[in-house]
């Protein structure tokens, strides 16, 4: 049996549908990665997640005990055959029963593309599922708002997904107030410790950069 890191639309109720059995899975975190968005799939109508090493980010999902016939039938999902996807052991941090976290090897599904493509806000309400399923402490639910789209280094890495203009993220010359890089037009706000106020289990879990939540979901 082998771990599998679940970040994208593969939430408990799609892995399930996939794997043809129950999934339960346990809350986990991979740090030094962030999330971003490759590639194109008809199936959504926009880019879909994949994760790329960033040490100053931190990517919030769940692992689920995976066999090798499991693997071998979501690689068909993820269409590894044709080179969308392919898999890669990384590690990840695992919520244990007694509260604390172990590093664990996981297998992820990374995205061979490299050009963003701006996902559809359907999927972005599957991965919503994903983190709610096992981050949803303190009464705050992740909302599309909340999951960044990209990160550039001129880009305010504590900024929440606009609600306005989420499928064309802005990278506008309004700067931040608090960390002074660029926020967005549409609502005037980089979300400067949005989550991390409702969610301080977050930051207590991770590093804070710049006094935010700049790590993102």
């Known amino acids: 049996m082998a771990l599998l890191f679940c970040y994208g639309s593969n939430n408990p109720e799609q892995l399930s549908q996939r794997l043809l059995r129950p999934v339960r899975g346990t809350a986990a975190f991979a740090p030094g990665y962030g999330r971003v968005f490759r590639g194109y799939s008809q199936k959504w109508g ?30 068909e999902f993820e269409g590894v055959a044709s080179g969308f996807y392919r898999r890669e052991m990384i590690n990840v941090q695992v919520r244990q029963p007694d509260g604390s976290y172990k590093t664990k090897n996981a297998i992820a599904y990374i995205n061979n593309k490299t050009n963003y493509k701006a996902p559809s806000a359907k999927y972005l309400r599957a991965i919503t599922l994903t983190i709610n399923s096992f981050w949803n402490q303190d009464g705050h639910e992740v909302t599309i ?73």
Do not use: W
Not at 46 to 54: M, R
Not at 185 to 197: F, R
């Open 46 to 75: 926009g880019g879909v997640a994949s994760i790329e090493v960033d040490p100053d980010r931190i990517t919030y999902g769940y692992v689920e005990k995976v066999t090798e016939d499991d693997l071998q039938r979501l690689d």
């Open 145 to 217: 708002s909340d999951i960044p789209l990209r990160n550039p280094e001129n880009y305010c890495r504590c900024n929440p997904l606009c609600e306005t203009c989420f499928l064309d993220p802005c990278e506008c010359e309004h700067k931040c107030k608090f960390c002074g890089k660029e926020k967005c037009d549409c609502c005037q706000m980089c979300g400067h410790g949005k989550i991390a106020h409702s969610l301080g289990f977050v930051t207590r879990l991770t590093r804070p950069i710049c006094q935010c939540l700049c790590h993102g979901y």
